[in-house]
């Protein structure tokens, strides 16, 4: 869907983007990680050329994307970035109506697309529809802001630290809320952000940027398992890594038959979540339940032989 | 503990801007005189109290009328009885000098000539603030404002069409020289207005241009700064020489009205005391947009045309306003000037007044511009409220 053909992007002499090319698939979520200053948003900023590269190219569904002229080309592509950007003097609905009226829809589709996205995003559309950005919080600024980002379904969407300035428990239902809209939609998705928990947790591909280089572009079970280099090692986290590779399954796929005390767990938890049950509540082995249904055990044994490195 | 609850018990009993404005009334009425009356229009004044000026019973009811409002503004009383009062006193006041006016006239006597004295301008000054007061006090809504802009420009039509107020000396001076005044009063709004519009047309899209280059910007700005401390006298007079030359040597310059005294120097002076403020606010107003809500007009796919009609000009536009509001204000009161210069204008009075040392003549032409400068600030100072969605709505 989105290919990045060695692209590079000089500031002066030096190389913020430095020779990257990487694939990302039709309905992925491509996660972009790396420290600060490491060439995130150049690269991210090219896509829909608000950054043009010095050399390379980067093609869209096969096409060059600087066929089309600039304007249009990003009216057909979502970018969502930190603190929101909303215009401070359009309502919630006139933000989110934004690419749609730039390409022409009637006002009834606009308003009943409003009112979906509103609703989509857990806020009722009676109550936000006429607010003003200034008098929503910051989590709701950052869900209309996405809102706005999806307003014409466009296939591709570019997301810059979307989450980055909310607290914790409102980022973490901002991030299902994406994971469920990524679904519903199907869109394919580039998301940049400096923290790598973030990128396992969404990531279907993970890319790990350093310097303007792209060091590691994996499968976020083969990040853990084989970082490439000392730097992607660092940015696991040399204390976690057990717990990052726990984390990436679900129990279901380690059920055995068997016995286990105590209440059941569901089959969809990570197995760092039953290492975690197992070890609070004292029990060697956990049932587990499927559709209200015990299947089978996991044990604890199993699980830390799923945690252990390479030998 | 005690101490501050006694204080602002205390302070609860009175209102201290009140009480200020509330003194000012009662001094004029007590110590200053209501009216003045001259043998003839150039004649030294005398005095008159408001008991000398007033036929009948009036004195009591002006008395009763000063001392009811003197203590509702001291008091503690709600916005609403406060307007209610300043309101009540104005127009009282407007009814005790139509009325004194006409009291004091010697019958027969074409040369007398009375007019408001110290008593009825201070209470007249007094009585104002203490309106503004009330109705900002009672958070007028933009469109409220201009509604109370309308009845108070109703209330003054009033008094003038009902012939109250006209043994007064300024309409004495009206009455002499009607047509000329309501032709110089539509020069003057004209220059005010045109020289204004010709600085928004050039000056908007100046700073737009400007914005982009910034060693440019600070040559025009220091430029466009040493135009404005040119004293505005010198400024029109400046320019005679060259626009007579003009006049005289580039052909259709003269068919134009080009000269060295007239419209077109007043008109060329107004403007270039224009150009500053609307390029400079047109600047920051600019400089206040966001960079990262530039950017999201930018990545949501508008064009550089659809950037500065939807999303940068709306926002600019306050602070664009606030410029041409403080322009407009400045232009009503420089356009006096071009009197001096053969322009016309309300300022063709005033000089008139002054060289016959004729202060009603003066006044004729000073009352006008004041109350055009007023209404000009309360209308753009709406205006820029309701331009200001992002943090009213
Ligand atoms: N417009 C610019 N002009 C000059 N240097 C820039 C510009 N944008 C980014 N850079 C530089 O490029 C490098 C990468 O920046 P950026 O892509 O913003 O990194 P990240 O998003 O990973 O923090 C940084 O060193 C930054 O200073
Ligand atoms: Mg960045």
Known sequence: MIDFDSVSRLYGDRPAVADVSLRVGTGEIAVIVGTSGSGK????????????????????????????????????????????GLFPHRTVAENIATVPSLLGWDAKRISARVDELLSLFHLDPALFRDRMPHQLSGGQQQRIGVARALAAEPPVLLMDEPFGALDPIIREKAQEDLLAIQKAYGTTIILVTHDMDEALHLGTRIGVMDAGRLV????????????????????????????????????????ESGEAPGAAIPADMSMRAALSESLWSRREALPVAKDGRVIG????????????GPQ | MAEPAFAASRRALIDPLGATLAAIVAIAFLFQPLMLLRPNRIAPAQGAFAWEALP?????????????????????????????????????????????????????????????????????????????DALVRLRLSPSGRIAALVVAAGVLAGFLASGLWSDLSVLREYASRSDAFLRELWVHAGLSVFSLL????????????????????????????????????????????????IGAHVPGAAALGIAGIGVAPAFIALFAYSLLPIVGSTIAGFEAVSERTREAADAMGMTAWQKLLRVELPLALPVILTGV????????????????????????????????????????????TVAMAFAAGIVFDALIDLSRRQETR
Not at chain 1, 59 to 65: E, F, K, P, Q, T
Not at chain 2, 100 to 105: K, R, T
Not at chain 2, 360 to 368: C, K, Q
């Open chain 1, 41 to 84: 948003t150049t690269l991210l900023r090219m896509v829909n050329r608000l950054v043009e590269p010095s050399s390379g190219r980067i093609l869209i569904g096969g096409r060059d994307n600087r066929t089309l002229p600039a304007h249009a080309l990003r009216r057909g592509i979502g970018y969502a970035i930190q603190g929101h």
């Open chain 1, 216 to 255: 590691q572009y994996d499968v976020p079970h083969a990040i853990v398992a084989a970082p490439a280099t000392d730097f992607v090692r660092s940015l696991l986290g040399a204390g976690d890594r057990a717990f990052h590779l726990l984390s990436l399954s679900t129990v279901e796929e380690m059920i």
């Open chain 1, 297 to 308: 055990r996991v044990t604890r044994a199993a699980l830390e032989r799923r945690g252990a």
């Open chain 2, 56 to 132: 009948g019973l009036q004195p009591m009811a002006c008395g009763i009328i000063t001392a009811l409002v003197v203590l509702i503004l001291i008091s503690r009383a709600d916005a609403r009885l406060r307007l209610a009062a300043a309101v009540a006193g104005l127009v009282g006041l407007g009814l005790a000098v139509g009325s004194g006016a006409s009291h004091l006239l010697p019958p027969g006597s074409a040369y007398a000539r009375v007019a408001p004295g110290a008593g009825a301008w201070l209470a007249l000054f007094a009585l104002s603030l203490a309106t503004g």
């Open chain 2, 198 to 245: 010709a600085a928004v047309v050039v000056g908007v899209p100046l700073a737009m241009l400007l914005r982009r280059v910034a060693t440019l910007r600070r040559a025009a700005l220091a430029a466009l700064n040493v135009l404005q401390t040119i004293p505005s006298m010198a400024l029109f007079g400046l320019l005679i020489a060259p626009l007579a030359w």
């Open chain 2, 325 to 368: 509001r403080i322009v407009l204000v400045q232009n009503i009161g420089l356009s006096v000037i071009a009197g001096l210069v053969g322009g016309g204008g309300l300022g063709v009075f005033v000089f008139q007044g002054i060289s016959q040392t004729a202060t009603d003549l003066v006044l004729l032409g000073a009352l006008p």
